[in-house]
């Protein structure tokens, strides 16, 4: 602990974000990127956007994005906000709209920047235990106070869905209190909720362009609610930077967002390589859990989890491993192209086959 830390820094617990390792041939299948890339509309819109325009300050409220954003998603422009990636813009609602005199509820199994934030935010925070096999029970919500309750749909790391109709009975139950579902994975299989964002005036939806628009080195998150809510973040983000999104991350995203064609390609690509990967992980005696992300969260009876990493890495194949209770038998395994999922299940058939995963 430095004497120049202000008291707050050494009772942080940092966010540990996936190992972005530098290994030749790496089969990299660790941090949820999607294995295509962008639309090549939005590439050409970069380039379009890389001139002189550059020495002067983008668009401080984003309005060409999130014009594209309210027209994909038939929502007015006032109820989206914009900011730099997700993470910033779930900042923004830990800060502006999380923090009240009765707890906050999340899931214990869930994204780990909820509690980094709860703390950095000096918000009281509740974990609620996840059902037996991993499943989120909204009944366990709606029996407990609180002032606000944030889960992903699908859950992370998981992946489990929850269907609408749950999160609507939620959002009706609770309306006095902020319901924040956060959908980062949500287009490869799950139910948005942006649509009940028209009717319920305590439901703010969050998004990243990151995992289905193949945009994570472009850092675009956006945030759907009723003006109410995004007036919060809204002053939140104009008291902490004016210019979240830069000219060039402005011009691609709105052209990935209206590259329909191109998004949907790619999302289809993935689906169909997770249903093969689930089948081929099942085949080799793994305990596979249902996703509808861009990743299965998957466990072997017999080997233990962190060895397994161990040995894929060996083989230059990197999976995420958590060492937490619950799930520290499991590992997380991004989605890849054909060719990659083909070379894990080969790597892994490899391991298996020995005596030692070693």
Sequence with gaps: MSKYWSPIVSRLKPYVAGEQPKMADLIKLNTNENPYGPSPKALAAIREAADDRLRLYSDPASVGLRESIAR??????????????????????????????????????????????????????VEVPLTDDFRINFADYIARECGAIIFPNPNAPTGIPVTLAEIEALVKAKPDAVIVVDEAYVDFGAESAI????TYPNLLVVHTLSKSRSLAGL??????????LIDALERVKDS????????LAQAG?????????????????????????????????????????NFVFARHPDRDGAELQRALRARAVIVRHFAKPRIDQFLRISIGTDAECKALIEALEDILAQNSPL
């Design 72 to 125: 994909l998603h038939d929502v007015p422009v006032e109820d989206v906000f914009v900011g730099n990636g997700s993470d910033e813009v779930l900042a923004h609602v830990f800060h502006a709209l999380l923090n009240h005199d009765k707890p906050l509820l999340y899931p214990d199994i869930s994204y780990s920047f909820y509690p980094t934030y709860s703390l950095l935010y000096g918000i009281e925070a």
């Design 195 to 198: 649509p009940l964002t028209r």
């Design 219 to 228: 850092r675009v998150g956006f945030a759907i609610g009723q003006r109410d």
């Design 240 to 247: 902490f930077n004016s210019y979240p999104l830069d000219r």
């Design 253 to 293: 995203a709105a052209a990935a967002i209206d590259d329909d064609e191109w998004f949907a390609l790619c999302r289809d690509k993935v689906i169909k390589s997770r249903e093969w990967l689930v089948g081929k992980l099942q085949g080799l005696g793994f305990d596979v859990l249902p996703s509808a992300a």
